[in-house]
């Protein structure tokens, strides 16, 4: 009785050891880095944008206050990344490879863009008479 349970050990041992190798193995990956301009000095609040091009996840996250970020527990796969902030131009990397349990480091370099805005003409309360420097309704003429 004690022989047998004496071969049972080792095979439990190897079971139980075995089983929990193949718990560590993990299928996702990370993306971090630092946002900074093109003179170097770093750029808070900007939004780092991750989309995997086979299958349209989208995560996003927003750099500190020292300009850095982290987007952890990606899907492994391709990515398009994209990066903006306000008075910057967008920044995209397209074809990112992220690799089983691989933190890919991507520090981006923002250039210095214009300031665009855009106004909803709609949204305007009185109009403009075109044919008179007046504002208010237009009369037709008979």
């Known amino acids: 009785m004690e ?5 049972r050990i080792p095979c439990i041992l190897i079971l139980v050891l075995a089983g929990s190798y193949c718990f560590g193995q993990i299928d996702r990956a990370e993306l971090s880095g630092t946002v900074k301009d093109s003179t170097g000095r770093r750029v808070p609040s900007a939004r780092i944008t991750a989309i995997q091009t086979g ?10 206050s020292s300009g850095l970020y982290d987007i952890p527990e990606l899907p492994i796969g391709l990515y398009r990344v994209t990066c903006s902030a306000p008075g910057f131009q967008a920044a995209v990397f397209d074809n990112l490879e992220e690799s089983v349990g691989h933190t890919r480091a991507l520090d981006i370099t923002l250039a210095v863009g214009g300031i665009t805005q855009q ?3 709609s949204s305007l309360t009185s109009q403009l008479d075109e044919t008179t420097d007046t504002l208010g309704a237009r009369t037709e003429l008979e």
């Open 55 to 64: 299958t349209g996840l989208l995560r996003w996250t927003v750099s500190s």
């Open 119 to 121: 106004l909803n003409g």
């Open 3 to 7: 022989n047998r349970l004496a071969r």
